[in-house]
Each structure stands twice: as structure tokens, then as C-alpha cells.
């Protein structure tokens, strides 16, 4: 079955850096666009970023843009979130997700996800 597997969330102090990951397995990774929502307690899921299928589109929601970065690895099944300039509004759980519309906000599958923290 579908499997997505995040790792590399913790707390930073604002204006720090983090790096996820995301392992897959179940699916045919170079086939598929993902990406990485997040949710913060008592607020709607939302969209952060994501990569298509190739590598070679990026986007990104307007909170992140130039200071988040996308990347993708077809070879080992995987995708990394780098995070920098984090601030406190960013602290939520983070989700790597997929599906065929994942680059629109459309996911299938996603992971249990890992927490991010920023805070003094």
C-alpha cells in the first residue's frame, strides 16, 4: 500500500532552519507530483509547496515563497522540504502528500507527519 513517511521536524528559535524528508513507497514515485501541506491546531489545512513529477516545476504558497525550497529524488523514493527563516507562524504539523492533483491541492495519500516548532 501507499506509505509516506516524514522526518526532520523539531524546534527552532524564529529565524532558524529545518530540513524534512519524506520516504515513499507503495506508488510509482516518479509518476506522481507531491508536496507538503501543513495544519496548525484549530486551523484548515494549507498547501506549502510541491514539486511535479519530473523536478522540473516548483511551486509554492505565497507565506513561503523564497524562503522555502522543494526538491525531489526519484531514485531513492523521496522529497525534502528545506525551511528557512522560520517564524513563529510557521509552527504546525507538516504532511508530505501525493495524488494526481497534488500541484492544485488534491491529495490522496499523505503521511502522519511531523511537527515543527518555532518559538524564542
Known amino acids: 500500500q501507499v506509505q509516506l513517511v516524514e522526518s526532520g521536524g523539531g524546534s527552532v528559535q524564529p529565524g532558524g532552519s529545518l530540513r524534512l524528508s519524506c520516504v515513499t513507497s507503495?506508488?510509482?514515485?516518479?509518476?506522481?507530483?507531491i508536496g507538503w501541506f501543513r495544519q496548525a491546531p484549530g486551523k484548515e489545512r494549507e498547501g506549502v509547496s510541491c514539486i511535479s513529477a519530473s523536478g522540473m516545476t516548483q511551486n509554492y504558497a505565497r507565506f513561503v515563497r523564497g524562503r522555502f525550497a522543494i526538491s525531489r529524488d526519484n531514485g531513492k523514493k523521496s522529497v525534502y522540504l528545506q525551511m528557512n527563516g522560520l517564524q513563529p507562524e510557521d509552527t504546525a504539523v507538516y504532511h508530505c502528500?501525493?495524488?494526481?492533483?497534488?500541484?492544485?491541492?488534491?491529495?490522496?495519500?499523505w503521511g502522519h507527519g511531523t511537527q515543527v516548532t518555532v518559538s524564542l
Open positions: 507503495g506508488f510509482t514515485f516518479d509518476s506522481m507530483p
Open positions: 502528500a501525493t495524488g494526481p492533483d497534488a500541484c492544485r491541492d488534491e491529495w490522496t495519500h
